[in-house]
């Protein structure tokens, strides 16, 4: 077995273990066995970076097994320098949300766990698949566990939410099979996808392939103007929940873009650019000053999740090194990021079980250890030099530039808008005296809470300081996909 | 001319018939509540016909019986080895149920399900018009007095008198079109009738007169819109066990007829056929997923599940004959074949579901009867899941596959037309996926409605998770069923 392979199922096995025999009566046990699943996940992923070799834009520690042969489909996992962050990222990720379910689920733990779990191994199934319908299969197979996540412990109007959530994203999605089915008779049978990208298309056959992609990756992203079921969802969810949708589902979408709408519709992508920037740009602008009239706190964070996410698809629709880089580091500061912010939410919302920012003031006065966190958490959601939202977010602005002043001018002025909401919300909440009884009793952080914030805040500065690490694993592999967009298609 | 040849081909069709009889004499010296020694005997002779079915499939042989009467082929062995144990499973399923209704004072279950079973072997393997017409009456004929056989109780009895009327009609329009074709050509041997109409010398009107009534007859028995307004009274009224019985096994010898005739007979009309199982494909997948959305009782809203999954059936029938494009045939054939047995196979689950949660005097219908069943037995709600997202047509499961098969038949099969067909069946599969969550979320989200012990014998619990697991299984490793469809429709197209 692989080591892709492993990093995915080993996830999911231990996941189906604690839905066969977990109980409720022995939650601390599940929430044991959880806890060790998702750090053996963790540490089966280490390898993939420490052998990750620097030099080449070629897939690495490629499978391939016949998978179905009737259809040609093949088991084919394989990763590059733009994959490779994300399957850590999500087996990171993993680890905190089991910690950070740990005393707050109290029902049905063994589900809840073993839910985050397999859809943990699901979601590096995405980044590591090779073929069409495998990645199909992982793609739409995630969506079970999340539903399921959102509706069964979420809050008061999470049914809503979870089929808004669900047929949303398989409207997206099922467009995508149709382009993958085309795509597949088109290639003579093939779903491979390296041979996709190779593989000749007239103007039409690839404006309509780019916008049965953009509809499935757009919807998971989400760009504007398809973006309405994430507050909705973000907002019921449970806050382990509002962690994996944010830091990982919605780079799903993006990575999409980049493995199929980029390299296997090259001319219509640089077509429709324009338009793409135009989206990104209406998220980036419109949805920052939509966010900053947002009264409650999850809210405010889906909605700048989705402000930041434009920064994503602006970089890559700038064809430069500097925004596609730029994008997908920002895609994996925001990873850090929006998970920190909504596990502080969750902390918060523990304690006082409301959301509202009203219901909250002066929380400094009580809780100073978490508020520390929540201060760092804040400055790196509005992008401070020297912490991880800076570094993606400059790339993609200094790679605007290049290509359009303007462009890049618009989307540096965002920047402004974050700050503004972000700030603003952290004044309302932790600063000032204290506003009610609420507050007056709340008692800091505890052991296992300042465990995971930690390890968040650690990870964040040490991308915002010194983020070579992230940058240098991609460069090949990102000089590479644009070589192979600029070149044309048509035959 | 009755060589031994001929009989070799019939051998489970023999014991079937032999052991029914049998079974109905044995079964008057029973007197247990539960009939478990007809029962025992019941699938000992079931599990043999599979056996032998499974055991021809494999030798893979091509045998045509009785001057061409039947044919004994490796599409036909499958299926009815799979219809075998389709029936199998209905009987563990549905005893109980049937004995808590007073449906088992007799071994008419029993015995009726087997005379079923036969009729769909003769529909399955007939080589003539007629052996097939004989076939469909003797399965419909059992199945009428099936969903009657709770007397006592009104909806069943008005349900069987819809179902024999409706059947009745379907029978004639079916036995109307055979005897046109049979003016037309001189012949009622499917071959022949090939062979006639593929000369071109006869004449086309005559030829699709009857063609109409042929696909009219079938679509009537598949439950297809606009003929489709039996099954959702049929599969409420009946006993939850014989709506398995008819909604279950029945599909496969369907399917089989439909490639018997219009495929191997009636070809060189497809350029007339293909067009119009396109309208009943579409009227389908819309009325059948939009009605769903309406219904409150779950065997209801599988009634008209049901009809839009036939018009799946019927998107990769329609999509064989492309000119140009041989490889194209058994592509889509076999692609209809697998979803009709990976349909069949989440219904029996679904169903399974369904019976278990009935208890006596009460009967679990409504979907409202779900609430909460993921506190009440995490495993039996697992298992409707699993069967809901398989039908809704989400990977992993094997619902997903069916549908890949058969939009890519219907995508590789033309161009821009077939192109919004495919898109129009994802959107509707987008509304099917609507109803089907509906259900995962009272059995997952609601507070459970009742506290009453779930308790199953231990054979039910054993199948019913073997086949829940299937259904996942067979999603994670679907390789071996395709081509399993894909040989059995080559072999069928090559002889």
Known sequence: ?????????????????????????????????????????????????????????????????????????????????????????????????????????????????????????????????????????????????????IGIWGGPNKIYAAFKFFLYTLLGSLLMLIALIYLYNAAGGSFDLLTWHKLPLGQTAQTLLFF???????????????????????????????????????????????????????????????????????AVIYVGLVTMVQKDMKKLVAYSSVAHMGFVTLGFFIFNDLGVAGGIVQMISHGFVSAAMFLGIGVLYDR????????????????????????????????????AGFVGEWMVILGAVKVNFWVGMAAASALIFGAAYSLWMFKRVYLGPVANDHVKHLKDINAREFLFLSLLAIAILYMGLYPKPFTDVMDVSVAELLKHVAMTKLN | MIDNLSLIAVYPEIILLVMA???????????????????????????????????????????????????????GNWLKCFAT??????????????????????????????????????????????????????LTLSSYALVALRRDHVLSVEAGMKYFVLGALASGFLLYGMSMLYGATGTLNIQEAFAAIQSGQLKHQVLVFGLVFIVAGLAFKLGVVPFHMWIPDVYQGAPTAITLMIGGAPKLAAFAVMIRMLVEGLMPLSIDWQP?????????????????????????????????????????MMSGAVSGHPEATANAYSSSMFYVVSYVLT???????????????????????????????????????????????????????????VLQALVASGGTLQLVLAVFAVMMSLIGAFYYLRVVKVMYFDAPAGSAELSAPFEVRAVLSLNGALLLILGIVPGGLMALCANAVVQMLGS
């Open chain 2, 347 to 405: 219904t029996l689950a679904s169903f399974g579901v369904i019976l278990l949660l009935s208890r006596s005097g009460y009967e679990s219908e409504e979907i409202s009867d779900f609430a909460g069943l993921n506190q009440r037995s995490p495993l039996y709600a697992a298992i409707m899941a699993v069967c809901l997202f398989s039908l809704a047509g989400i990977p992993p499961m094997i619902g997903f596959y069916a549908k890949l098969a």
């Open chain 2, 276 to 316: 119009m199982l396109m309208l009943l494909a579409i009227g389908s997948l819309a009325i059948g997923n939009l009605a769903a959305i309406a219904q409150t009782n779950i065997k209801r809203m599988l009634a008209f599940s049901t009809i839009s999954h036939m018009g799946f059936v019927l998107i990769g």
């Open chain 2, 85 to 138: 144990l389709a029936v199998m499973v209905t009987l563990v399923y549905g005893r109980h149920y049937a004995a808590e209704r007073d449906m088992l004072r007799g071994g008419e279950l029993f015995v009726l399900s087997l005379f079923s079973l036969l009729g769909m072997f003769v529909m399955i393997s007939g080589n003539n018009f007629l052996v097939i017409y004989m076939g469909v009456e003797l």
């Open chain 1, 352 to 387: 006082v079980h409301s959301r509202e920012i009203a219901a909250y003031g002066g929380v400094v006065n009580t809780m100073p250890k978490f508020t520390a966190f929540a201060m760092l958490f804040i400055m790196a959601n509005c992008g401070l030099p020297g912490t």
């Open chain 1, 212 to 282: 049965a992609f953009l509809a499935a990756f757009a919807v998971k992203v989400p760009m504007w103007p398809v973006h309405t079921w994430l507050p909705d969802a973000h907002v019921e969810a449970p806050t382990g929940g509002s962690v994996v949708l944010a830091a990982i589902a919605l780079k799903l979408g993006a990575y999409g873009f980049l493995r199929f709408s980029l390299p296997i519709a090259p001319d219509a992508a640089h077509e429709w650019s324009g338009l793409m920037i135009g989206l990104s740009l209406a």
């Open chain 1, 1 to 149: 077995m692989g080591l892709l392979s492993l990093a995915i199922w080993t996830p999911i096995a231990f996941g189906v273990v604690l839905l066969a025999l977990g109980r409720d009566d022995q939650a601390q046990a599940v929430r044991w066995i959880a806890l060790v699943g998702a750090v053996v996940s963790l540490l089966v992923t280490l390898p993939l970076y420490t052998r990750f070799d620097l030099s080449t834009a070629a897939m690495q520690f490629v499978e391939t097994t016949p998978w179905i042969e009737r259809f040609n489909i093949n088991y084919y996992l394989g990763i590059d320098g733009i994959s490779v962050w994300f399957i850590l990222l999500t087996a990171f990720i993993n680890v905190i949300v089991v910690i950070a379910g740990w005393e707050v689920i109290t029902r049905r733990v063994n589900q809840y766990m073993g839910a985050f779990l397999i859809l943990s191994g699901l979601m590096i199934g995405v980044f590591c698949a090779l073929d069409g319908m495998l990645f199909y299969v992982f793609f739409e197979a995630t969506l079970i566990p999340m539903y399921l996540i």
């Open chain 2, 21 to 75: 009889c049998v079974i109905a004499l044995f079964d008057l010296s029973v007197t247990s509540r539960t009939r478990t020694a007809t029962y025992v005997v019941t699938m000992l002779t079931l599990a043999v016909v599979a056996a032998l079915q499974a055991n021809f499939a494999s030798a893979g042989q091509t045998v045509y019986a009785f001057g061409n009467m039947v044919v004994s082929d490796v599409m």
